[in-house]
């Protein structure tokens, strides 16, 4: 047969599992106008039954409070983690965009704009007729010289 403190002892598992819900409630009202925050539930589950051998068969045995836990939106998470990753490949795209630049005007000679200018009309005349070896000889020889 259970003791008596037994029945205070599932009254005080009980406070703490409504204590703790309470509180949480009142965190999710205080920050329902703050940016970027997503409201947390408690999770609870009933403890395990003992077993009484008498008449009714078991005894409860109070609440245990398993984890306050955030609820979010997955439709949100998926499209934040889009977002992100297509933040993250144009960053990349960028930055080598950015690089070939900075190489593209290392081989060009800085005293001359018509250098610049016949090498990249030496490029599209290549671009429009590759087959043509006059033209892909003086190509490469001005970027040898």
Do not use: H
């Not at 009254?11 to 106008?33: E, M, P």
């Not at 703050?34 to 003992?50: C, I």
Request: proline share 2%.
């Amino acid at each position: 047969m259970a003791s008596t403190f037994f029945g205070l002892e599932i009254a005080s598992s009980g406070l703490r599992a409504s204590n703790a819900a309470l509180n949480t409630t009142a965190n999710n009202i205080s920050n329902t106008n703050t940016e970027g925050y997503s409201r947390q539930e408690v999770k609870q589950e009933a403890m395990n039954p003992l077993r009484v051998f008498a008449t009714y068969g078991c005894a409860g045995a109070g609440v245990n409070t398993l984890a306050i836990e955030r609820i979010r939106e997955q439709f949100y998470d998926n499209k934040f983690r889009d977002n992100e990753t297509k933040l993250g490949e144009f960053d990349t795209k960028a930055y080598y965009c950015k690089m070939i630049r900075i190489i593209w005007r290392m081989t060009i000679r800085p005293d001359s704009s018509q250098s610049s200018i016949s090498l990249r009309w030496r490029c599209r005349r290549l671009r429009r007729t590759p087959a043509v070896n006059l033209t892909r000889g003086r190509l490469s020889l001005r970027q040898r010289a």
